[in-house]
């Protein structure tokens, strides 16, 4: 059975930090891109970061640029994202995702992902 489990997440004072987890089980996810994406209260679920199979290519969505950073460990097979100057908005369940292939130019799109975890709470307070 493939699983991603999330972890890390909690509360935190703004401008505070957290490094979330996500580790698979089930199968290796070495060769596929992985994902993070995040849901607040009544809106959508929304892109945050991805990283491809290797590391070697990382993307944000802009409102987390210079403040997250997407990594992983294959080795592990657990994806990371540190997260830094934490803003009240940054508040969401994070979930992070698997990806069939090692990377896609829709990496933003939730479709271009078939594993999902069940996300961990991040709770920014002002």
């Known amino acids: 059975q493939v699983q991603l489990v999330e972890s890390g997440g909690g509360l935190v004072q703004a401008g505070g930090s957290l490094r979330l987890s996500c580790a698979a089980s089930g199968r290796t996810f070495s060769s596929n891109a992985m994902g993070w994406f995040r849901q607040a209260p009544g809106k959508e679920r929304e892109f945050v970061s991805a990283i491809n199979w290797n590391g070697g290519r990382t993307v944000y969505a802009d409102s987390v640029k210079g403040r997250f950073t997407i990594s992983r460990d294959n080795a592990k097979n657990t994806v990371y994202l540190q997260m830094n100057s934490l803003k009240p908005e940054d508040t969401a369940v994070y979930s992070c995702?698997?990806?069939?292939?090692?990377?896609?130019?829709?990496?933003?799109?939730?479709?271009?992902?078939?594993?999902w975890g069940q996300g961990t709470q991040v709770t920014v307070s002002s």
């Open positions: 995702a698997a990806s069939p292939r090692p990377f896609s130019s829709f990496y933003y799109q939730t479709e271009e992902y078939n594993y």
